[in-house]
Structure formats: C-alpha cells, structure tokens
C-alpha cells in the first residue's frame, strides 16, 4: 500500500504545482507589470473555489459511470489535463490584455476556467480513490503522506520557478509555466500508472461520493447547532481575513519593495514551511495551552503579521515585511489546525457533517476574502491615487477583522468543545485538513 500511497501524493502534489505559478506569480505580474486591476485577477484565481460545488456532481457522475473499467483515472487525467492547459495557456492570454483588452480578458477567463475545473475534477476523483485504495483504518496514514508531499511540492516548485525566472522576462515566464505544467503532467502520469485496478460490474466498490451533501442541505444542518452556528461565521470571518490576502502579497511586495518577480514567487516557500512547521508542533503546543488558546494565538500572530507587513511598507523596510510574511505564515498554520481540532471536538459523533461545513466556510471564505480584498485595493487606489496606500489599508483591515474573529470565538460554549475533547496524530491531522479543503 505504500507504493499506491506515494503514487497518490504524486498526483496531489501535482496539482497544488499547477496552483504555484497562478496564485503566487501570475497574479503579480498581471497586477504590478500589466496594471490590471486586482478586482479581476482575484476573481480569476477565485474561480477553482467558485466552481467547488460541481465536485458533488463530478463525483456522482464518476461512481456511475467508469470508463475501461476504472472509475477514478480518466477523469484524474482530464483534470489534470485541464490544470497543465491553464497553466500553459494563462500567460498568453494575460499578455493580450495591453494589446487586446476584451480579447485577453476573454481568454484568460477561459484559460483561468480550464484551470479551475481540472483543479476539481482531479481532486475530488484522486480523493475518492484514496479512500478506496486505503481503506478506513488506512486512510489517515495515505492521506498524510499525500499532505505532506504536497506542500514540499509547493515548497519546490515555488523555488524552482524562482529560478527559472532570472531575470525575468514574458518569454521567460511562459517558458517557466510550461516546464511546470509539463512536470506536473509527468509526475501525475507516473501516479496514475497502474494505480487503480480495473473493476468488474460484479466486484466493483461501493460508490465513495453518493454521500456527499448539497452546501444547502449541509448549512441546514449546521445551523441547528448554536455553537456551530456561532463557530461558523468565526471561521469565515477568520478565514476570510487570513487567506484574503493570497493575490495581493506578490504585487505588493513588488509596488512597495521594487522586488522582482522571481524574488516575490519565493514568498510561498516561507508560507509551506511555515505549515509545515505548526503542523509538526499543534500536538504539543495543544497539551500546553488548550486548542482555544492555540486558535487564539494563530489569530492574534496573523494580525500581528498583517500589521507589521502594512507597517513596513508605509515605512519602506524590507526586513520587516520578511518578518511579517513569517508571523502570517506561521498564524494561519496555527489558527488552521487548532480550529479544525475545535470543529471536530464540538461534534465528534457527526464529523462528517462538519467536515463538509469546514469545507463551506473554507470555500466561502476564499471566494469572499479574495475578491473583498482586490476590490478594496482597487478602490483605496483609485481614492488616494497611491499604489501601497491601497495594500495598506487591506492588510491593516484583515488585521482588524481577525480581531473581531477572536471576540466571536469568545462566544462560543467552549464546555461543548470539553464534551469531546481528544488529541490527533499528526497523520489524522493532515487527512482532516485535506477533506477540509
């Protein structure tokens, strides 16, 4: 099993390579170079998280309808696919936009689609197969090593197109995309190789995806529980406040430091180690402190973070802003875990309920901190006609709405949390965190 375990990891990994060069250097060279306005490029990058409820659907179809036998490669390979197409395709069709407005836009829309759904299509289908492949007592362990795998993946890839971008040029970069992409396809292709055996109608597993949920009829659910209730809109405010900031980091290190493209696509390196990190450290920081006061420090260590990184800019220190990008990175990887831990402890005997309301927030919280964030640049831009005055003022206010997130948390009955208090593996930690988004 361990063989199918790293055979899996192999294609997860492959996927979070694709979402590398979109989210962490595209996105600056479109916002600080090309001068398009953050509004649509959060919008495009928002679009895997907007497109997330047809996961439902993708993996029903899937069930119900193998193809040569198998149930999950084909479309892992569509996905996949579609993922390496975007990537390969979106720098071009950024690049019309100074020539052809409507055009570029147009087909940067298509190419950031064709990114989004292979990002579904392929990993609702490798997460089915997981949970076929390994079993329920073997699930936890497959699951971590694919975790794992992937963000040393990001970790990797973020240096290698660091690399591949000195010094930075258009040709340069679409060269870069598409060595990614190829690479990605490779070590997908290598996952996939005999890695899910063919069934027969007689012997063929119990379909995987039937019990998913509709959203709506998950948020009915939650909604009955005040605690959950209360601990939901928490998660979408913190969440929003922290991960809101995913398309704007680059282009402001770039405006307000004059960093290079390659220099601003190894942010996300300090990001993955720093996950890593708390990940390695949640269990014993938990028997220290509680997972509330965990979940509290996660959120008081990212304000500090944002505010330290808006500081910086007003005053020009590129050190400080380093220092923040640490403190933001290792905040969310604390606040992550430590919540997730709090969700599951509140209502352990409907885990699966609450994964999927995880899941929603997370989703959610994406889709609303993203755009939020890019509009609210735009428009503090366009008010004070100051670039870094723009990212200040987000940065300073995703800061204040993790403060409002720690009073929210304060309401929530934390005796319920008591009831079903239990520690997690690192392993379990990393397949709840996977599910979860």
């Known amino acids: 099993m361990l063989r199918k375990s790293l055979q899996l990891a192999f294609i ?27 509004t649509l490029v959060a919008i495009l990058a928002s679009l895997p998280y907007l497109f997330s409820p047809t996961q439902v659907v993708i993996g029903s179809y899937a069930d119900r309808h193998p193809l040569f036998g198998r149930r999950r490669t084909a479309y892992i390979a569509f996905g996949l696919l579609l993922c390496a197409a975007g990537v390969m395709l979106a720098p071009r069709a950024v690049f019309l936009m100074p020539e052809n407005r409507p055009l570029g836009i147009l087909l940067s ?65 679409e060269n870069a995309f598409t060595i990614i992409a190829l690479i990605a396809l490779a070590l997908g292709g290598i996952g996939l190789l005999g890695l899910e055996p063919r069934h027969q109608t007689k012997d063929a597993p119990e379909p995987v995806t039937e019990n998913r949920r509709p959203w709506g009829q998950l948020m009915r659910e939650v909604m009955t529980y005040p605690s959950a209730r209360i601990f939901f809109f928490y998660l979408i405010l913190m969440l929003a406040a922290i991960l809101g900031q995913d398309v704007l980091l680059e282009p402001f290190a770039g405006e307000a430091f004059n960093l290079s493209v390659e220099a601003t696509t190894r942010i996300t390196s300090i990001w993955g180690g720093c996950v890593l990190l708390t990940l390695s450290l949640a269990n014993l920081m938990e028997r220290k402190m509680g997972k509330k ?58 885990v699966g309920l609450f994964i999927g309301a995880w899941g929603v927030s997370n989703a959610l919280a994406r889709l609303l901190g993203t755009v939020l964030g890019g509009v609210l640049r735009d428009v503090v831009t366009q008010v004070s006609l100051n670039a870094v ?39 379990e930690r990393a397949a709840l965190l996977n599910d979860a988004a």
């Not at 699951?143 to 010094?167: K, N, Y």
């Open 12 to 38: 997860h990994a492959a996927v979070a390579m694709t979402l590398v060069p979109i989210n962490s250097t595209l996105n600056r060279v479109m916002i600080k170079e090309l001068a398009v306005s953050a």
């Open 109 to 173: 829309l298509l190419t950031f689609g064709a990114w989004g759904m292979g990002y579904n299509f392929a990993s609702v289908s490798y997460l089915s197969l997981a949970s076929e492949l390994s079993g329920e007592k073997g699930r936890s362990r497959t699951i971590a090593i694919m975790w794992f795998l992937m963000i040393v993946g990001i970790i990797v890839t973020a240096a290698g197109l660091s690399r591949l971008l000195e010094p930075y040029s258009p040709a340069r970069l």
């Open 293 to 350: 006061r965990v979940a509290q420090l996660g959120a008081v260590v990212a304000a500090a973070g944002f505010v330290l990184i808006a500081v910086s800019g007003i005053m020009a220190v590129k050190s400080g802003f380093y220092t923040g990008v640490v403190l933001l990175g290792l905040g969310t990887g604390l606040a992550t875990v430590s919540n997730l831990s709090l969700m599951l402890d509140m209502t352990t005997d409907q």
């Open 389 to 427: 005055a723009g990212y200040v003022v987000v940065f300073f206010v995703e800061a204040g709405l993790l403060v409002v997130s720690l009073f929210l948390l304060r309401r929530i009955d934390a005796t319920a949390f008591a009831k079903h208090e239990r520690e997690y593996s690192t392993t």
